[in-house]
């Protein structure tokens, strides 16, 4: 079972909202569309549903072109941020509906409302109406309905949202082997990178309506083909600087050189971007392989047990995550060492050259 998408494109008075998409979905997988508000993840769901109908291309699902086929005669379940539940009947109701529908027997029925129920924690609440629950328990209580049906196909956009942080990171943990279990192919649009890396399988990262990479999660974090998706996927975003490689140093900054050590060795010499991410920048040296950034420091923002450091070097705006409190005054001088082999290498035009060296030695 697959679903394919074969450049597909959505466009809306004279804009694109998608570009020529191609994705093949394979059965039994976790796939997260990844990107900011407006990247065109809620539209290319849209076209994977039938709801819309694409500019261009076909939507093939187990080899049959279904591109015109209404969302009705689809083995598609849906479940939205904004959660949508029928008022007037119960939770119980609710979850069993889509069987009624398809006409399941009363006794199947109760046997996969009340697992449903059990895994949603709803079972409490199975004969209460939807506006006496709690935002976070109507969600869920959608979650529910969309598990029973047993869909081909389950598309769930920004689902955790409204919920609570426990309520969140517990779920996260069960959707995947839920839907692993059912053999669906599973599509869950999300902003956060930390979201994608936690849930897992494949993600597509998505910048203005493009899907720029896709592919395993963890393959796609640690070598991202081009500085966008190295953006799109990293939280905070991946910090960048320019580098001159001549030989066997590296020029950056006002003036600043350093060894072309890890990925910067092999460099042909010319310039370049480097990209580092937040985690990797350190208050003290990491031995002799790095690069040191002379920095000013804007502003700091403690979590509790992490410290973000917005810098300014040279012109160039980076961010640092620091483990600890960390209190400093507002403009003064830091220095900040990066280990070379943290360092990803880009071209000038945005595209990977060589993925930083702990990646390939992984």
């Known amino acids: ?6 450049g597909v494109s959505k466009v809306a008075e004279g804009q694109h909202h998608v570009y020529p998409t191609d994705l093949t979905l394979e059965r039994g997988t976790m796939n997260v569309l990844l ?32 591109t015109g086929m209404r969302v009705q005669d689809r083995k598609v379940a849906m479940v939205y941020q904004q959660f949508i539940n029928y008022p007037s009947m119960t939770v119980y109701d609710n ?9 399941v ?59 609570d942080y426990k309520l969140r990171e517990e779920l996260r943990a069960e959707i995947p082997r839920i839907f692993e279990e059912s053999g669906a192919i599973f599509v869950y649009a999300t902003t956060e990178p930390e ?45 960048f600087t320019r580098i001159t490689k001549a030989g066997n140093k590296v020029s950056f900054g006002e003036g600043q050189v350093a060894a072309a050590k890890g990925a910067m060795a092999n460099l042909p010499d010319g ?21 040191h950034f002379r920095c000013t420091l804007k502003v700091t923002e403690i979590t509790g047990s992490e410290t973000f450091m ?17 209190h400093l005054e507002f403009g003064q001088p830091i220095e900040v060492w990066l280990d070379a082999a943290h360092v990803h290498v880009f071209a000038e035009s945005g595209q990977l050259v060589a993925p930083a060296s702990f990646v390939q030695a992984a």
């Open 310 to 326: 917005h810098l300014d070097h040279a012109g160039e705006s980076y961010v640092g995550l620091m483990h600890g409190v960390h």
């Open 35 to 66: 990107g900011p508000t407006l990247s065109g993840k809620t539209t290319l769901m849209r076209i994977m549903a039938g709801l819309d109908v694409p500019a261009t291309g076909r939507v093939l699902w187990e080899g049959r072109d279904v």
């Open 95 to 103: 979850i069993a509906s889509p069987l009624r529908l398809m006409g």
């Open 195 to 239: 979201e994608a890396l936690l849930l897992g399988g494949n993600v597509a990262t998505m910048w203005q309506g493009e899907v720029t990479q896709f592919g395993p999660t963890p393959q796609v974090y640690r070598a991202p083909k081009d500085v966008i998706t190295a953006r799109v996927i990293s939280d905070p975003p991946m910090n």
């Open 105 to 163: 027997s009363r006794a199947e029925i109760d046997r996969r409302v009340q697992e449903a129920a059990a895994l949603m924690q709803l079972t409490p609440l199975l004969q209460r109406k939807p506006l006496e629950l709690s935002g976070g328990q109507q969600q869920r209580c959608a979650l529910a309905r969309a598990l029973v049906k047993n869909a081909g196909l389950v598309l769930l956009d920004e689902p955790l949202a409204n919920l």
């Open 271 to 291: 310039s370049y971007r480097a990209g580092f991410r937040p985690d990797h920048l350190h208050l003290r040296a990491q031995g002799n392989d790095g690069l």
């Open 1 to 6: 079972m697959s679903l394919v998408l074969e």
